[in-house]
C-alpha cells in the first residue's frame, strides 16, 4: 500500500499516478502545494517536491524515524514501481531498447519541461498562487511556440514506431502524455492547428493514450481557480 | 568503441566520463560548444545537448543515415552503459538500494543542478562565450548559500553511510563528484570552509573521489579562458 503527495496540476506526479495505476496498485493520493513548503512535508520529505511516494505509513510514523521507503525524484519513483511491480512493464526490451525509451523520458522531464511546460506552469499557475499577479504573456507566446516544435518531433517519431520510443506502450508515452495533460487542461493546446502530417500524428496518439482506463482518474481531476478547457475532458476532441 | 561528445564543464558529460572509465570502457572524445548549435552537431543529435554517446561511428557515417546507438540525456546514457557493461556495476543492491542510489541522483542531477550549479555555469561560463560579459555577482551569491544547504545535506548523508547514496561506491557518488568537481574547477568551493562536523565528512569524501584513478582525465581538463583553481589538482587540498 503506497501513498503519494502530488500536485494535481504536475507532470511528474501525473505520470506516477499513471503508472501506479497501468500496474493496478492501491494507493491514497494527498494533495500537497509543495511551494508552501508545509513544515510537516518538509519534514519527511527534505526536497521538498512532488511527486513524494511512501509506502505502508502515517506522516506521524515516519516523523518517529521509523524506516520506511520515501522516495522522490520521478526516475527513482518510476523505476523502482517498475522494479518492484512486474506486471504490465514500462521499460522492455533490449539494452539499446531501453536506451531508446530512456533518452525520450530524458528528452521530455528535461528538455520539453524546461523549454515549455515549465514556463506555462510558473506563468499560468504559481505565480497565481504565489502573488495572485497575471501571466507575462510574452513568455506564454515562447513556450507556445517552442511546443510546436516539440510536438513536430514527437509526431516524427510516432509516424515511424507506434508509440513514442518503439513498437510498445512504455513509460515514454505516459511520461509524455502526462505532461501534454497538464497543458490540456490549461488549454494551452489548440487542437485545431494539429489536423495534418505529424502533428496529426501526434493528436491520434493522445487520443489512443487519453482513453486508456489509466488516464480516468486524471481526466477527473480540478483545480480551484483553473477551470479545465473545452477539450480536456472530450476523448473525441 | 564509443565516442563521447562533451563539453569539459558540463558535469553530465563528466558523470560519463567517470561511468566509462570506472568500467574501463574504450572511448574518444569530442569536446562541443553546445551552446553555438554547430550544424552537423544538431543534424545528428536532435536534442542539441551534452553529453552525446555514439557507437562506432563517424559524423559521416551517422548523418548516412546508419543505424547506430545515438544516445542523449544523463540517465539513458549511464543506465545504458550499466546495463550493457555489466563490471564495477554502479546501481547495485535490492530494488530499496537502487531507489535511493536513483533519489540522490535525481536529487543532484535536478534539485542541486537548478538551485547551484546551473546558475554559476550560467554566470560564470555560458554568459561569458555568448556576450563577453561579466557574471552577476548577486546571482553567485544566492548559488553559494544554497551550495552549503546542500553540502550540509550530503555530508549528513556521507556520515551515515560511508557513501553516497548506500555501504558502496554508486552512480551516485560519481554524479555528485562530477558536479562538484566543476564547482571546484571555477574556485565556487571555499574547502576552508569545510572544516568540522558534516562539511568536513563531505570534504573528506571528495578527497577519496578525487584519489580515484578515474578522476584523472577529469582534473587534467583545462578550459580557455578559465584557469582551474589552486584547490582543483591538488589531492590533498
Not at 27 to 32: G, I
Not at 122 to 136: C, G, L, Q, R, S
Not at 141 to 148: E, G, R, S
Not at 193 to 216: A, C, D, H, L, Q
Request: with cysteine.
Amino acid at each position: 500500500m503506497y501513498r503519494l503527495y502530488h500536485y494535481p496540476l504536475c507532470p511528474f506526479s501525473r505520470t506516477t499516478r499513471l503508472v501506479m495505476t497501468e500496474k493496478s496498485l492501491s494507493f491514497t493520493l494527498t494533495s500537497e502545494n509543495f511551494w508552501e513548503k508545509r513544515e510537516a512535508f518538509i519534514k519527511m520529505n527534505k526536497s521538498g517536491s512532488v511527486p513524494f511516494l511512501i509506502k505502508k505509513a502515517s506522516e506521524e510514523e515516519i516523523n518517529d524515524g521509523k524506516n520506511h521507503l520515501l522516495l522522490s525524484g520521478i526516475n527513482a519513483i518510476v523505476e523502482y514501481l517498475d522494479e518492484k511491480h512486474e506486471n504490465n512493464p514500462i521499460y522492455s526490451g533490449t539494452a539499446e531498447d531501453k536506451a531508446e525509451i530512456r533518452r525520450i523520458v530524458d528528452w521530455v522531464n528535461v528538455k520539453f519541461y524546461n523549454e515549455v511546460v515549465s514556463y506555462i506552469l510558473n506563468e499560468k499557475v504559481i505565480i497565481f498562487f504565489k502573488n495572485k499577479d497575471i501571466p507575462d504573456t510574452s513568455i506564454l507566446h515562447i513556450a507556445v511556440q517552442n511546443l510546436f516544435v516539440h510536438i513536430d518531433y514527437f509526431g516524427y517519431l510516432l509516424s515511424k514506431r507506434g508509440w513514442i520510443a518503439s513498437n510498445k506502450i512504455s513509460i515514454a508515452d505516459l511520461t509524455l502524455a502526462a505532461h501534454i495533460s497538464v497543458l490540456d487542461y490549461l488549454g494551452m493546446i489548440n487542437w485545431a492547428k494539429m489536423s495534418s502530417g505529424n502533428k496529426e500524428t501526434f493528436r491520434e496518439w493522445y487520443r489512443i493514450m487519453k482513453s486508456r482506463p489509466s488516464f480516468r482518474s486524471i481526466l477527473q481531476d480540478s483545480v480551484a481557480g483553473f477551470a479545465a478547457s473545452n477539450s480536456y475532458r472530450d476523448l473525441d476532441f
